[in-house]
């Protein structure tokens, strides 16, 4: 079974998908860290290059690349449901989780990086406003998973919990 953990940067998809993953028995992936080894260069590098087309083209190719893996939780980047054919992905071939984040709570966690982050390093002057609106925009996609999880207060250990019980039910497709 593939668990794809979705949501906006700084909502700890890598940080406790990663523990997760070890206390499910499950490999796992980061989705920009398999970007970033196939282009040779980080995201940042990448979307100063090349922008963020190129970027997206990319991120799809690695999606797609996820869906022979099993066994595998994958921690997406933050836009990557927010585009049709990755969410078409996202949802036909496992589980879609969202850790859905309050926009003070990501501004407090993502300040002290915001300046390496391409999609955020423009607004560092009005940080939790860029990322109200921008949360805003992406909130239908983010949405549209299987299971929205509140990711304040959540941990390795908890999102385990949670992943169990929704490894336990059905593959969503399969559910009438």
């Keep these: ?3 794809y953990l979705t949501g906006y940067m700084g909502s700890g998809k890598s940080k406790h998908g990663r523990d ?13 860290s398999r970007i970033e080894q196939h282009a040779g260069m980080p995201v940042k590098e990448i ?6 087309a190129l970027f ?5 190719a690695a ?3 996820t869906t022979s893996l099993e066994n595998t939780l994958v921690a997406t980047g ?4 927010c585009f049709e054919e990755n969410l078409r992905i996202l949802k036909s071939n496992g589980w879609m ?5 309050h926009p003070a709570s990501l501004t407090y ?6 300046a390496r982050r391409p999609l955020l390093a423009p607004h560092l002057n009005n940080l939790e406003q860029f990322i109200t609106h921008h949360l805003t925009e992406r909130e239908n996609w983010y949405r549209q998973a299987h299971l929205v999880l509140k990711g304040e207060g959540i941990n390795g250990k908890v999102l385990a919990g949670e992943l169990q019980q929704l490894l336990e039910m059905n593959h969503p497709e399969t559910q009438g």
Excluded at 47 to 52: L, S, T
């Design 1 to 3: 079974m593939l668990i």
């Design 20 to 32: 997760a993953a070890r206390r499910l028995g499950y490999r796992f992936v980061d989705l920009d």
């Design 47 to 52: 979307f100063a290059r090349y922008g963020e």
């Design 56 to 60: 997206r083209e990319m991120e799809v």
């Design 63 to 65: 999606l797609r690349e």
């Design 78 to 81: 933050g836009g990557t449901p």
């Design 97 to 101: 989780v969202y850790l859905k984040m």
């Design 109 to 114: 966690r993502l300040k002290r990086g915001a």
